[in-house]
T-cell receptor, first 114, second 114 residues
């Protein structure tokens, strides 16, 4: 079974702090993603990495950066946390199955910024 | 542009009765469509996917969805609801431009009553 793990289930940080969210996958997938999930908005893509040291901005990259130094690990960084970044953050990795891709999600990190 | 609209934010059914979760999509291409489920405090799990093969797609836990091009719909159904089906469900379309990113609907929360 594919496993995607995230370093914390719950996190509370103060405004202005630098925050690191870590994600690890164990299936040698090349592609990894970070989303945020907010009620009524579904999931929105923050950043995508298609290979080690490669990244692409998603739909809402402002206020975030990412790091992918190793294939299995994809980190999301909030340089200076703000209250509007309070949200659920989900990491995913994916593999190609036939003509489509299948994404596997981690359990999420609920971040509260006070 | 690709998009999905989930027509109901909340659906409530009694145990043993049918489930219908509605989804309309918009796509300039032949779409790949998915339904994901998220149980409380869990990550997202793929229920089923449509990739231009059979229009009636069977998924896990007795769920199925029918792709109707003329109606641009991909509704999720189950003949008989179980208490364990209570969760949030997301209709998702894949955007084939660039890196096949997933575009999520806003979600439908399904409540199942005894």
């Amino acid at each position: 079974d594919v496993k995607v793990t995230q370093s914390s289930r719950y996190l509370v940080k103060r405004t202005g702090e630098k925050v690191f969210l870590e994600c690890v996958q164990d299936m040698d997938h090349e592609n990894m993603f970070w989303y945020r999930q907010d009620p009524g908005l579904g999931l929105r893509l923050i950043y995508f990495s298609y290979d080690v040291k490669m990244k692409e901005k998603g739909d809402i990259p402002e206020g975030y950066s990412v790091s992918r130094e190793k294939k299995e690990r994809f980190s999301l960084i909030l340089e200076s946390a703000s209250t509007n970044q309070t949200s659920m953050y989900l990491c995913a990795s994916r593999q190609k199955t036939g003509t489509t891709y299948e994404q596997y999600f981690g359990p999420g990190t609920r971040l509260t910024v006070t | 542009a690709q998009s999905v609209t989930q027509l109901d934010s909340h659906v409530s059914v009694s145990e043993g009765t049918p489930v219908l979760l509605r989804c309309n999509y918009s796509s300039s291409y032949s779409p790949s469509l998915f339904w994901y489920v998220q149980h409380p405090n869990k990550g997202l799990q793929l229920l089923l996917k449509y990739t231009s093969a059979a229009t009636l797609v069977k998924g896990i836990n007795g769920f199925e969805a029918e792709f109707k091009k003329s109606e641009t719909s991909f509704h999720l159904t189950k003949p008989s609801a179980h208490m364990s089906d209570a969760a949030e469900y997301f209709c998702v379309v894949s955007d084939p431009r660039g890196y096949n990113k997933l575009i999520f609907g806003a979600g439908t929360r399904l409540a199942v009553h005894p």
